[in-house]
């Protein structure tokens, strides 16, 4: 066991080794004084995340790599669900007696690599004994001013509600992670693509500046589940929200994974949760370019409903028939401000 | 127990009712949201900071109003080392099963009433399970700009080497409580004096701010301990700190708890940590005005050395002896930056 100081250093190598860059255009002191200085005209952002194990992930069948990628990325995509650029990310390390800082470095490893693909300098951070191994991220992001933000307030009756990318994956692949048996009959590309939507989930941070340039009224991430999240929404801006369960994307293997699984696919989608997706409501009158500014980033924007007025969340079936959200994940929730 | 939201809900509200105000200066949008936004001109100041079960404290002898409010003042000391202007805290939990929502409330009650004292607002944080209970700060505060910081790098020989307060308080304060039947021949006040040293320390930002505005060069908090602290000031400013023992100013009971805890008073002075005081290189033309400044907080300024060519820390007797800096508190520490 190398000392605190030698270990800090270490992490601080790896980081820098994977990529991250050093420093971000605001970023006056990083590491190594009481706290860092950061300077940058505008606006700032600023979100809290923690992975904690046996709650949230379980070493194995989690890599040390996977956990560092995957608490970077849970706070990173709630800067995307603002619209935000981000900026830097601070880390807290609680770490077990029995965890080999060899393998601690993985976790570095896996923050780096993530920092380098988005350009977060890490800036800060904190390590100490904790009876089990836990990260804690603060992620800061900045923007030129309040109106290029998009809050979750500000959906209105008629707003169109669309949702980035495809639904389920991070849920069955937790399947697949827990189940290794489990032979869904899919094949081993769309299996690695499941994984890694549980493993190694990418923050959507570039769709959401494009949803936010376009005029997105409202945005939340999809952490908790479509359901759930949706139900904030619905909260935040006083209307109620429709989904067509029948338009909603489902990832590659989804339906595959729960037939063997012996689960209803539909849950896996709405109440999965951790798909890090946007779920966005737009003005039906831009909601054309606003798909055309996301598609630019990458990524599929699939109109899944809309927004009217009343309170709640309807999930419509195909027959009209409306469908009571379900709990698949009964993990507390770490996506909203106390 | 409460579910999820219902429990975020009743934590704001006994942060707000020990008298955290609901807005600081810059603060836009708090909780409720993806993330807090906040718009502040000049520079900030950003640290972080955990508090883990078992590793800083035990339930009992703390409480958790205890917890709450130490952990922030961890956090709070880091910007009063800059000589910032506090501004804004999110707090992560970490929350045990067997842990009842009515004792975490007690939580909220310590880290709302120190925010009370010191303005600061509580913008956002994060509820979620874990083994053993943890309190993750995340601590940001401001300035006009760069010039009215102190790093830890500024010091030069011929500096006056400068304590704020009393030092050995929190050690020794740890002994009583960790011993309650240890009869230290003190009176009550100062047994109680040395039990709030360590269960409630007050990190010290109007003399913080004092010291920035007054010239200091350099400055760190004493979390670590008087020699390990003076080590990583002595290293970011590449100078020797000479320590004069006998100079240091000593909290009332420390040598009585040392002496029936059998153990040396200079070493929960020098290395016992925790008592969050100021450590600070002020040139020597300058400080007679520093510690008339930092008098008008309600606190001394000791000159404990001074600055010189060298490197690495000297702890000197009355007779010039040396005395190597000795570990006490074997904790791994919180307050670096990795």
Redesign the interface.
């Known amino acids: 066991m190398r000392g605190?100081?030698e270990?800090?250093?270490a992490?601080?190598e790896r980081v820098a080794a994977a990529g991250a860059p050093q420093r971000s255009p605001g970023l006056?002191?990083?590491?190594?004084?009481?706290?860092?200085?950061?300077?940058?005209p505008?606006?700032?952002?600023?979100?809290?995340?923690?992975l904690?194990?046996?709650?949230?992930f379980r070493v194995p069948p989690f890599g040390l790599a996977s956990v560092g990628h995957k608490a970077l990325a849970a706070a990173l995509s709630?800067?995307a669900?603002?619209g935000?650029e981000p900026g830097?990310a601070?880390?807290?390390?609680?770490?077990p007696a029995g965890l080999e800082d060899e393998r601690l470095l993985e976790l570095a490893d896996g923050i780096g690599g993530l920092a380098a693909e988005h350009a977060v300098a890490i800036?800060?951070?904190?390590?100490?004994?904790?009876?089990?191994l836990?990260v804690?991220i603060?992620?800061?992001?900045h923007a030129a001013?309040?109106g290029a933000?998009v809050?979750?307030?500000g959906a209105a009756p008629g707003d169109v509600l669309a949702v980035t990318g495809e639904l389920g994956g991070a849920a069955a692949g937790l399947l697949v992670l827990e189940h290794p048996d489990l032979e869904a009959g899919i094949d081993a590309r769309t299996r690695a693509g499941l994984l890694g939507r549980q493993l190694e989930p990418q923050p959507r941070l570039a769709a959401g500046r494009a949803l936010a340039g376009a005029g997105a009224g409202a945005?939340?991430?999809l952490s908790d589940g479509l359901g759930a999240d949706a139900g904030h929404l619905a909260r935040?801006s006083a209307v109620r929200l429709r989904v067509d369960l029948e338009s909603l994307p489902v990832a590659a293997g989804v339906a595959e994974v729960a037939r063997f699984g012996g689960c209803d696919p539909l849950d896996l989608v709405t109440s999965g949760g951790e798909d890090y997706e946007l779920l966005a409501a737009v003005p039906r009158d831009g909601f054309a370019a606003t798909r055309k500014a996301v598609a630019a980033t990458g990524l599929r924007l699939s109109a899944v409903g809309e927004a009217e007025d009343g309170s709640g969340v309807l999930l419509t079936g195909p027959d009209g028939a409306v469908r009571p959200p379900r709990g698949f994940d009964q993990?507390?929730?770490?996506?909203?401000?106390?």
């Open positions: 605190e100081f270990l800090i250093a992490l601080r006056v002191l990083a590491s190594g004084d009481d706290a860092a200085i950061t300077a940058r505008g606006v700032t952002v600023t979100t809290v995340d923690a904690v194990e046996g709650v949230h709630d800067l669900a603002m935000a830097e601070y880390v807290q390390l609680g770490i800036a800060g951070g904190d390590v100490t004994a904790a009876p089990a836990f804690a603060t992620a800061v992001g001013d309040q933000l809050r979750r307030s945005m939340i991430d935040a993990r507390r929730s770490r996506d909203d401000q106390p």
